[in-house]
């Protein structure tokens, strides 16, 4: 076993011999990426985050053996990092995808003449603005995807990203008008 | 532009945002610690040649999975009795290799069988207007194994997890658990 092994050299190491080295690789192989997109999704919450990738990867580890390796390991894990994030959503009582009456940016602290950068500004969205901007602008999951994903038609997903786009562009320029 | 569209500048943007993050050097030790205690890593201590995996613990066990357990105990119990009237109508070697030889189309009528078996006894049982509270839990807890094991075949599938998602929380009231206080470990 190597760095270089394939994916799938090391998930049959981790199956058949419950090798730790070779779960280490593909955990600092594929964690940071699919740390960041929880990241984003949570609004920037590392220590949630940090829950759903140990579950991400527990759940990962159980169903690897049934992993049948027509898609990339990453974007399974991808796959169920956000079925996590919808879990968690849901335990909360927080839609992933509706956004609730009227949406106020949030008021931000910010030393003068500091620009809010694009990543704080997809923090700062609604959970369900944000969701729809970060699979679609960020992640590159076409409408078709997200509905599939996140159980909403095609049409809700449009409609979220128009709305999670004006969102964005107001809170970047109330950034750029108090900065 | 239609002013739903991303400036070419906003596309940029959002392309150029980072990739990847590092979560802290704890999570990683984390996750490790939890998957040798689930027996999916040899702990160090069990890396001697020769010595078996590690068995999973047993903490994440609720007492509703003792229903769960009845009910797939008795769904094996009558597969091994329909796979035991089976081979008694056959050679014992016979049946062996054809048990092997099952292909995956075998086994997804297998389940079909099961399923439709599960799907008359259930409606049986409601004509007969018995089993009570019993008949629904044992029906409930078979419909959580099932969801749990689909779940497993493939867990990026979002719409059977919530129906594992609703068991759970079914579960959960009936029992008087608090959904937050629950680790979710479901298979």
């Known amino acids: ?179 | 532009m239609n002013e739903k569209d991303l400036t070419p500048e906003e596309k940029m943007a959002l392309q150029n945002l980072p990739r990847e993050a590092a979560p802290s050097r704890i999570l990683e030790e984390r996750v490790v610690q939890a998957l040798r205690e689930d027996g999916f890593l040899e702990s160090p201590a069990t890396l001697a040649p020769g010595r078996g995996r590690k068995t999973r613990d047993r903490s994440w066990y609720r007492p509703w999975m003792a229903v769960a357990s009845v009910a797939a105990s008795v769904a094996l119990f009558a597969s091994g009795v329909v796979l035991g009237q089976w081979m008694g109508a056959q050679s014992t070697t016979q049946a062996f290799i054809q048990v092997r030889e099952q292909d995956a189309t075998q086994l997804a009528l297998r389940i079909q069988e099961a399923g439709s078996a599960y799907v008359s006894a259930l409606a049986a049982l409601g004509e007969l207007g018995v089993g009570g509270d019993e008949g629904r839990e044992v029906a409930l807890g078979a419909l959580y194994g099932a969801a749990n094991e689909l779940a497993r075949m493939s867990p990026e599938d979002a719409e059977v997890l919530r129906i594992l998602q609703i068991l759970e929380e079914r579960r959960d009231r009936e029992e008087g658990w608090d959904a937050d206080d629950r680790n979710t470990v479901w298979f």
């Open chain 1, 1 to 179: 076993m190597t760095e270089q092994s394939t994916d799938r050299e090391l998930a049959d190491l981790v199956i058949g011999q419950g090798d730790e080295q070779a779960f280490r690789t593909l955990y600092r192989r594929h964690t940071p990426a699919v740390y960041q997109f929880v990241l984003r999704l949570v609004g920037g919450n590392a220590q949630e985050a940090e829950d759903i990738i140990q579950e991400t990867w527990m759940r990962a580890a159980r169903g690897l053996e049934g992993f049948k390796w027509k898609s990339a390991l990453r974007s399974w894990l991808t796959g169920i990092a956000l079925n996590r994030v919808r879990e968690m959503a849901r335990k909360k009582k927080r839609s992933l995808v509706e956004v609730d009456g009227e949406w106020e940016i949030p008021a931000v602290s910010r030393d003068p003449g500091e620009r809010l950068d694009l990543d704080r500004a997809i923090q700062l969205l609604p959970p369900g603005f944000r969701t729809v901007l970060v699979l679609h602008d960020v992640e590159g999951f076409t409408h078709q995807e997200i509905g599939n994903r996140l159980g909403i038609t095609d049409g809700t997903s449009k409609s979220q990203l128009h709305g999670a786009r004006k969102a964005m562009r107001r809170i970047l320029n109330a950034g750029l008008e108090t900065a």
